[in-house]
T-cell receptor, first 109, second 114 residues
Framework: GQNIDQPTEMTATEGAIVQINCTYQ??????LFWYQQHAGEAPTFLSYNVLDGLEEKGRFSSFLSRSKGYSYLLLKELQMKDSASYLCAVTDSNYQLIWGAGTKLIIKP | SQTIHQWPATLVQPVGSPLSLECTVE??????LYWYRQAAGRGLQLLFY??????ISSEVPQNLSASRPQDRQFILSSKKLLLSDSGFYLC?????????????FGEGSRLTVL
């Protein structure tokens, strides 16, 4: 079966760095997405990786290793507004989008 | 700029009652449209997607249906709601087909079936 694994919840301190991991087992691969979702709101796009390596976008970076079926989202200089759930999603060989359950990130002052 | 709007934002319905959620997209033409459901602690579940007017693909057999009467309008319906239909419903659109591009989500509709 197809599976996306990410931690259920993580806690970090304001100003620090946090890495949210995502591992996937899918039938093929055509890209990996990260979305941010604040409580009670809709998800918003953060990043898209289709090739191995690190993509940096301001305080957020996303890494992909296709051979390991692994990605991480790195958040630097954490702010209170970064408290949210972070969703990992993979497009498989049939171009179906498989979603993880999300990681709830709690930022403490 | 493109916008997506869905309504109502929240609703409480009794079991067996009908449902209609509406979604409209502005600022783009021929978008790919999606209805998702999000249950607590679970990943987004794709319910329906559409690549054009009158073209609906169903991903999960259930008592829900979808229609696309106009290019930028997508409607989610049910004739008789079940308790298990409770959840957070999200409409989304994308420019690119085959899930290779960014999804833009509406504000969401929280449905509680009692």
């Amino acid at each position: 079966g197809q599976n996306i694994d990410q931690p259920t919840e993580m806690t970090a301190t304001e100003g620090a760095i946090v890495q949210i991991n995502c591992t996937y087992q899918t039938s093929g691969f055509n890209g990996l997405f990260w979305y941010q979702q604040h409580a009670g709101e809709a998800p918003t796009f953060l990043s898209y990786n289709v090739l191995d390596g690190l993509e940096e976008k301001g305080r957020f970076s996303s890494f992909l290793s296709r051979s390991k079926g692994y990605s991480y989202l790195l958040l630097k200089e954490l702010q209170m507004k970064d408290s949210a759930s972070y969703l990992c999603a993979v497009t498989d060989s049939n171009y179906q989008l498989i979603w993880g359950a999300g990681t709830k990130l709690i930022i403490k002052p | 700029s493109q916008t997506i709007h869905q309504w109502p934002a929240t609703l409480v319905q009794p079991v067996g009652s009908p449902l209609s959620l509406e979604c409209t997209v502005e600022g783009t033409s021929n978008p790919n449209l999606y209805w998702y459901r999000q249950a607590a602690g679970r990943g987004l579940q794709l319910l329906f997607y559409s690549v054009g007017i009158g073209q609906i693909s169903s991903e999960v057999p259930q008592n829900l249906s979808a229609s696309r009467p106009q290019d930028r309008q997508f409607i989610l319906s049910s004739k008789k709601l079940l308790l298990s239909d409770s959840g957070f419903y999200l409409c989304a659109w994308s420019r690119l087909a085959q899930n290779t591009g960014e999804l833009f989500f509406g504000e969401g509709s929280r449905l509680t079936v009692l």
